[in-house]
């Protein structure tokens, strides 16, 4: 197979390779999604001009398109399905893999495994690490309260099901190639560029429409946060001996209820609803109904109708990044007020 001969010349030559003088490279994929915008808005505003900037950044971009101007971008088009020749650099680099499909019309996001291999045929020996962007969905539909890193793996849904084929092949990868795996589970992340969770949240409290008891906790991270973490973690792992597989459940270190979201969301977009909490059967009965959209919001009240949400400690002990010990409340507030803008 093309893919075993290439991966025995890697293995091969990686000894061969120096190890960088200067940070690596970053590799983008989904540069102009949700995570990788928020990603180049922290590239951004971590410097005063691009000269300033100590790496340069390949993003690949799939849709929409973006400026380069704003920082030292060597901007690629094309896809996972479809990579350009030249995305992967002959220098040392990172890549930030943030471009799984979300939205997948026959319901069986093969695309996002395909994807994967298709990467994997492009590794080089330069390749460093890789993080993934992956999701606290891996874990499954049960209820999850303070889980770890190293709890079952029980995905439900095709989406998460592609996810955790993603991780174990990245996996594979990573030991056959020798570089370092980081994979990354939050469960929600709000801020700029959120249309599921604050959206959906927004639109449940104004229905005047409650899930369970408001008890229920979820872990949640700001997007820009994300993307901070993200970074730190490309440097972190960049050129980590003997390279290693690792996975970090994302998110602040205080999970935040059902009830305190929606009182901030009162708060901040000015209702005053009448809630009558949604039941467990309600949530089935509209699972079992003819109609797509409703299947959805069947699926989406169950994903909310109890506690979502890990613990982060080894997270923290890795990065002691102090954006992990921000609460959740403020941050909300401060999505909630892009929503009602």
Known sequence: MQFTHALARCSEQRAQVPKPQKLPQLVLLGASGFIGSAILRQLSAQVDSPA????????????????AEDLRLSLHQGSLENLPAQLLPDDSHVIIHCATKQVDQRDVFDDNLQGLERLGERINIATRAVIYCSSFSVYGDAAQKGVDEDAPLR?????????????????????????????????????????????????????????????????????????????????????????????????????????????????????????????????????????????RLGAQLRLLACDRYGVVDKLHTQLQHPVLLTDPADIIRRAARQLSA
């Open 52 to 67: 300033d900037l100590q790496f340069s950044v390949r993003a690949l971009v799939h849709r929409r398109a973006l400026a």
């Open 155 to 295: 995905p439900t849904t095709s989406l998460a099901r592609s996810r955790l084929a993603c991780e174990a092949r990245l996996t594979e990868l990573a030991h056959q190639y020798g570089f370092t795996a980081v994979i990354l589970r939050p469960r929600f992340v709000v801020g700029q560029g959120d249309q599921f969770f604050l959206p959906s949240m927004a639109r449940l409290l104004r229905a005047g429409i409650g899930i369970a008891s408001g008890e229920q906790r979820y872990s949640v991270i700001d997007v820009d946060d994300y993307a901070r973490i993200i970074l730190d973690l490309s440097l972190a792992y960049a050129n980590v001996q003997p390279p290693t597989v690792v996975a970090f459940n994302v998110g602040y270190r205080r999970a935040i209820a059902l009830r305190e979201i929606y009182r901030v969301l009162a708060e901040v977009l000015k209702l005053k609803p009448r809630l009558k909490f949604a039941i467990p059967e309600f949530m089935q009965v509209v699972a079992r109904l003819p109609s797509p959209r409703l299947q």
